[in-house]
Structure formats: C-alpha cells, structure tokens
C-alpha cells in the first residue's frame, strides 16, 4: 500500500517504482482498452522500425503512445476514484467520467493523426506486400494478430487462469 510519508518511516526511491509498476500492472490487467492501446501502440511501433522511421519520426510517436497510454491510465484512476467514492449511479458522477473518457478519446484521434502523417506513406504498404509474399511471415504476422486480440478481450489473468488450469470465476 502506498504511503504518502507520514506515517510508517521513509519511503525508498523503489518503493515509488514499484507502486508505479503496480499502478500499471493493475491498469493493463483490468483494462481493456488500455490493451487496446498498447496492442495498436507494438503494430505502430513495429511498421515504424521495419519502414525505417528516422529519429526524429520515432522520438514523435514515442511522445505520442505516452500521451495515449497516460491519457488512459488517468482515465482509469478517475473512473476507479468516483466508483470508490461513489457506490450508486449518480449523474454528476458520469459527467466526470465522461469527461475523462473524452479525453483519452481526444488524446487517441491525435495520436491516429500523427501515425497517419508518419507511416502513411509508401514504406507501408511495401512492408505489408513484403510479408504478405511469403507464407511464413504472413503466417506469424496473422499468429500475433491473434495472440493481441486474445490478449485485448481475454486480458492477462484469464490467459493466465487457462495455462494454469483453473476455471472460470
């Protein structure tokens, strides 16, 4: 549990990290949009590598898919705050999340905008001809496909519940 300093002596520098780690953790395990975001921020990322993106092009993205990320890391913290705070529907509470969703939504358009200008350009579809030539690389683009879709709608702790064995809760 965090501690804000107060109470129960100081607090290391990993102490931070790992509580930021967690935050994370606990967003990608009970969030599904945010695996949406990070699955579409590795195909952004891989297209952008295989095109050969310069620096500067990558250093953008990059400050993009933060923006993203965060955008809904902090969606999720308001939406967890206001159900904590409040237990049954209340219409002010919903203006208040629906004024956090809207700006992940807004943060998303222009990060769409910006992957636009950066990889809509020939290099794409060179890349996508390229692997859709040869069987194998078609084949394992198609398996990672797969395993993001699984990963986005079935999220971690169920995949991790069907290697283990254990059912459904």
């Known amino acids: 549990m965090a501690n804000s300093g107060g109470q129960g002596g ?3 520098l990993i102490d ?3 509580d930021a780690f967690r935050g994370i953790w606990d967003c990608i395990r009970s969030e599904r949009n945010m695996r949406i975001h990070l699955s579409a921020c590795c195909g952004v990322l891989f297209f952008a590598v295989r095109m050969g993106l310069s620096r500067g092009e990558l250093a953008c993205l990059a400050l993009t898919i933060g923006m993203v990320v965060s955008a809904e890391a902090m969606n999720t913290a308001v939406e967890k705050l206001c159900d904590f705070t409040q237990k049954h529907w209340n219409p002010r509470i919903r203006v208040i999340k629906d004024i956090a969703a809207g700006a992940v939504l807004l943060t998303a358009l222009a990060a769409v ?3 636009a200008v950066l990889l809509f350009r020939p290099a794409l579809w060179q890349a996508l001809c390229e692997i859709c030539r ?5 084949a394992v683009f ?5 395993a993001d879709l699984v990963f986005i709608f079935a999220g971690p702790q169920r995949i991790a519940d069907w290697f283990s064995g254990k059912k459904k809760r």
């Open 16 to 18: 931070s990290f790992a």
């Open 10 to 12: 100081k607090r290391t």
């Open 142 to 146: 198609l398996l990672v496909v797969a």
């Open 134 to 138: 040869k069987p194998l690389s078609l």
């Open 113 to 115: 905008l910006v992957g």
